[in-house]
């Protein structure tokens, strides 16, 4: 946030000049917002944003309050650390691959707790709610593998075909967008969803009624005006 400096003149905050800067400042808040708002716990779950590039990632086992404009972590997108002292997110390969293989701007990983268990119990999250759509339909759930590992992206590629979004088995979530804001959001309604399902799973003798393909169809068209005009 601008200031004034000792001789009166307003400081303009680094975050609102540099464009790298900025980039760290909102990643920073994405993964605080992660852990103010339950989807991971401690040190877990892990974001990246591209500036040009370069993807920045948050670093490995470091609370995210303790992060500061001086800790920005930064690699290529071959995975060559190119900036910061701190090693980066044990999920690198993970968020790499998303970074390559899409148009992802921004990609949010987190261990939120409704959507976990999800994954523990069906190969794809059921069409409970249309908001499945603005994940691109059904969201799959991608084959357990270990974390960090090339065999865990491989899979998250394959669950996220035409979707911004999948379940890890027994691991977490993965979404993706063309900002942060749109992946934190994308993650928030998944983990909603996850829970919506599981609620109404739960009351004995009674199944949920699930969207057809064609009104998921319909949704996904509907959602295309969604919002302001940009």
């Given at each position: ?7 009166g003149e307003t400081a303009v905050a680094?975050?609102?000049t540099?464009?790298?800067a900025?980039?760290?400042?909102e990643l920073?808040a994405?993964?605080?917002r992660?852990a103010?708002e339950?989807l991971?716990v401690?040190t877990?779950?892990?974001v990246?944003?591209r ?9 490995s086992g ?9 800790d ?7 995975g060559?650390q ?6 980066p997110?044990s999920?690198?390969?993970?968020h ?5 293989a899409t148009?992802?701007?921004?990609v949010?990983h987190?261990h939120?707790?409704?959507a976990t268990a999800?994954?523990t119990l ?6 409970v709610h249309?908001m499945?759509?603005a994940l691109g ?11 960090g590992?090339?065999?865990l992206?491989?899979n998250?590629l394959?669950?996220?075909t ?7 088995q ?5 979404t993706y967008g ?15 969803m ?8 739960a009351l004995?003798?009674?199944?949920p009624?699930l969207l057809?393909p ?8 509907k959602l295309?005006?969604y919002?302001?005009?940009?």
């Amino acid at each position: 946030m601008a200031g004034a400096d000792v001789t009166g003149e307003t400081a303009v905050a680094p975050e609102e000049t540099d464009p790298l800067a900025r980039a760290w400042h909102e990643l920073v808040a994405t993964a605080r917002r992660t852990a103010s708002e339950g989807l991971v716990v401690g040190t877990s779950g892990n974001v990246s944003v591209r500036c040009g590039d370069l993807v920045l990632v948050t670093p490995s086992g470091v609370p995210y309050e303790k992060l500061g404009p001086g800790d920005t972590v930064a690699v290529d997108l071959d995975g060559h650390q190119v900036l910061g002292e701190l090693k980066p997110t044990s999920e690198l390969p993970l968020h790499l691959a998303v970074h390559r293989a899409t148009t992802a701007t921004a990609v949010v990983h987190t261990h939120a707790v409704h959507a976990t268990a999800v994954s523990t119990l069906v190969p794809e999250l059921p069409a409970v709610h249309y908001m499945a759509a603005a994940l691109g339909g059904p969201v799959r759930v991608a084959p357990y593998a270990l974390y960090g590992s090339d065999e865990l992206a491989a899979n998250m590629l394959t669950a996220l075909t035409d979707r911004s979004g999948c379940l890890l088995q027994n691991h977490g979530t993965v979404t993706y967008g063309s900002s942060l804001d749109q992946a934190y959001d994308r993650t928030a309604q998944l983990e909603w969803m996850c829970r919506l399902w599981l609620t109404a799973s739960a009351l004995p003798g009674r199944t949920p009624s699930l969207l057809s393909p064609g009104q998921l169809a319909e949704a996904t068209e509907k959602l295309r005006g969604y919002g302001q005009p940009g």
